[in-house]
């Protein structure tokens, strides 16, 4: 790996499902011999869908890091997934990203998972550069594909390329910065690559757009601001130091084009992450929840990494990191400011999809794996025990479906158990319950797929035979109005006498606001334990809910008054009054069920859309809006996830197998009676 910070990136590559990702990484690594094939996902051959599950159906599932030596830089890339269901592992790995590689289909443009993802990069302000790949497809448009990245994400677009033909006639790509045509053959894989000059029958539309790319930068910058309005040229090293300022600064999103199936436009995006996108140098230091604890991206600063990403393999338990500062050595100890444990770096590991090689040391800007580590969760941080420091922690959705699993035979019991606690810890949106009346383990997810995916990994992977229950929406309960109760636990257990009295009061909040706890109690005699007892009633009663057990969300409890005995209050009578009062303050507050509620949009041809939209509406669907795509019709509409269970088979049926459709959550309303 490189020492030098300044020849590092970290990188992701971000799209909707089937946009091409994973095609694009396995040329990456081809042309950088990483691997001396390239892949294809239909083959099932490629490196980092290395998993059954994503051989077999062709999709990303887990976000993959491999690494790439070019033109003397190490790059270290995330091959991130685009199904809806696996949101969260581009959240955990933007989170730990210096830049992106955003993909369009340029076709269709923006799409659904597409706007997700950069939303999620503009969470975590992580520069990027958009590809818009498949312009050898029929219907390509690049202009149209970079008008929906302006309207629909606000993009900011400024094209450094431009393509040559389209569909059957995209024969290159004019760069913009170097004005000069970019060819290669595909009969050789396009390895071999060379740089023309531009048709004349392109020229004056290649000036036209490089003088539209130059006033975009005179924006910015005051040299190229003057150079332009005196009619001089630009030279390319001012050119790509503007471009790069801009793309690091997030003022510009820089456009590119090409195909990755065709094995074109591949080696320009390689050199554009590392001529535009930053290196953990350009990166600002990273700041600990205390708001004054900084690392520096050096090696003289303390050891400081976030731990992202956990897989239990035949290996052990690895653990994913990003070293921000500092170094770290295998064998040596870690210290984790979340837990205030130390642990034991047993083996340090550069990964390459599910391939491991052991390293003795890593540093700055690193994405490395640890193994040996048993207490270290995704989000945590690791860091110098005498210069401790605490970074954000990562949060995760809630999920909105579950499953109940239960083992074949008793004696899989444990084995079940201890699988489903493994998965649950690797997958932050995965979530393990148990229904107390049943004794049954209640698995939440974000989808039918993501559950169908767990589900199988428990066979595959753990070898575990589970008897599976159909999926239940994971509803909430909420309550409508304020309510206020006064009560007194006055108990005797054995010879033990339990005694408090408290007044809480509930108030409904705004959808989305989750779940509050406030103290109004000023009395300084009343120890602050007790209160700490009060909370944890109150937060234990709210998870069991009120009507059918469902957790309590959007509101908010009051500790109004608080009243002790000499000698017979304890922590637990408490806790015992805090969930008797919530509990009866709740069946007065109006208690009402929530159900998640997703959008999902549907493409089907013009000759289907009365029967998907007749089939929506007989769904409880609210159709938002029709748009024409081509020679077919994209529907968004919101509706209960209820009612979608098998909908993909439903709208396959419809359409003649024309038809297809993504969904995500959208919002929790209240359930019909």
Not at 105 to 118: C, K
Not at 558 to 574: P, V
């Amino acid at each position: 790996m490189a020492k030098d910070p300044a020849h590092i990136r970290n990188i992701g590559i971000l799209a909707h499902i089937d946009a091409g990702k994973t095609t694009l990484t396995e040329r990456i690594l081809f042309y950088s011999g990483s691997v001396h094939k390239a892949g294809d996902v239909d083959s099932g051959n490629t490196i980092t869908d290395y998993l059954t599950q994503e051989r077999e159906r062709g999709i990303t599932i887990t976000s993959a890091a491999v690494t790439y030596r070019w033109k003397g830089h190490t790059v270290n890339l995330i091959d991130t997934p685009g199904h809806v269901d696996f949101t969260i592992e581009v959240e955990r790995s933007l989170k730990v990203l210096d830049g992106a590689v955003a993909m369009f289909d340029g076709v269709a443009g923006v799409q659904p998972q597409s706007e997700t993802v950069w939303r999620q990069a503009e969470k975590f302000k992580v520069p990027r550069l958009a590809f818009i790949n498949k312009m050898d497809r029929a219907g390509a448009d690049f202009e149209h594909a970079v008008a929906t990245i302006d309207e629909r994400l606000n993009g900011h677009c400024v094209p450094i390329q431009i393509p040559v033909g389209a569909a059957e006639d995209f024969t290159g790509i004019i760069d913009l910065v170097r004005m000069e045509y970019f060819v290669n053959d595909e009969s050789d894989f396009g390895v071999d690559y060379r740089w023309e000059p531009i048709p004349a029958s392109e020229r004056t539309r290649a000036e036209q757009a490089r003088s539209r790319m130059i006033e975009a930068l005179a924006d910015i910058d005051d040299d190229i601001a003057v150079k332009f309005l005196e009619g001089n040229d630009v030279n390319v090293a001012q050119i790509k130091a503007a471009l790069r300022r801009a793309c690091i600064e997030r003022k510009f999103t820089l456009v590119m084009c090409g195909s990755a199936f065709k094995y074109r436009g591949v080696q320009p995006v390689m050199d554009a992450v590392i001529d535009y996108l930053p290196s953990p140098l350009d990166m600002p230091p990273v700041v600990g929840i205390d708001g004054k604890t900084i690392r520096r991206a050096t090696i003289g600063d303390p050891f400081c990494a976030l731990a992202f990403k956990l897989i239990n393999d035949s290996y052990g338990q690895m653990t994913f990191i990003r070293v921000y500062s500092g170094r770290l050595s295998a064998g040596s100890f870690v210290y984790n400011s979340n837990t205030k444990q130390k642990e034991r770096v047993a083996r340090l590991v550069h990964v390459q999809a599910d391939k491991r090689q052991n390293v003795d040391e890593i540093s700055v800007g690193d994405i490395a794996a640890i193994i040996g580590l048993r207490n270290t969760l995704t989000g945590h941080t690791l860091c110098d025990e005498s210069k401790p420091i605490q970074l954000e922690i990562m949060q995760f959705p809630d999920p909105v479906i579950s499953i109940a699993i239960e083992p074949k035979r008793n004696a899989d019991q444990e084995a079940l158990a201890l699988a489903l606690r493994k998965i649950a810890a690797e997958d932050p949106s995965a979530r393990l319950t148990r229904d107390e009346d049943t004794g049954q383990n209640i698995l939440s997810g974000m989808g039918e797929l993501h559950l169908e995916i767990l589900v199988d990994r428990l066979k595959t992977e753990h070898h575990v035979e589970a008897n599976i229950g159909k999926p239940q929406v994971a509803y909430r309960e909420t309550i409508t109005k304020t309510a206020e109760y006064d009560h007194t636990h006055d108990r005797q257990i054995g010879q033990v006498h339990q005694w408090a009295r408290l007044k809480l009061r509930l108030e409904p909040l705004s959808r989305g606001q989750g779940f509050e706890f406030k103290n109004n109690v000023q009395d300084i005699t009343i120890p602050k334990a007790f209160i700490e007892s009060v909370e944890d009633g109150v937060r234990n009663a709210a998870e069991g809910g009120v009507l059918r057990a469902y957790p309590m969300v959007d509101l908010r409890v009051t500790l109004e008054k608080m009243w002790l005995h000499q000698s017979d209050s304890t922590d637990l009578a408490f806790t015992v009054a805090a969930h008797e009062a919530f509990r009866h303050a709740a069946h007065e507050a109006g208690p009402v069920l929530l159900e998640p509620v997703m959008e999902a949009e549907i493409i089907t041809p013009n000759d289907y859309l009365g029967a998907v939209i007749g089939d929506l509406n007989a769904r409880r669907g609210s159709i938002q809006k029709i748009e024409e795509q081509g020679t077919s019709q994209v529907i968004t509409a919101i509706v209960p996830l209820s009612k979608m269970f098998g909908y993909s088979t439903t709208v396959r049926s419809a359409t003649q197998g024309r038809g297809t459709f993504t969904m995500k959550f959208s919002h929790f309303e209240p359930a019909m009676p």
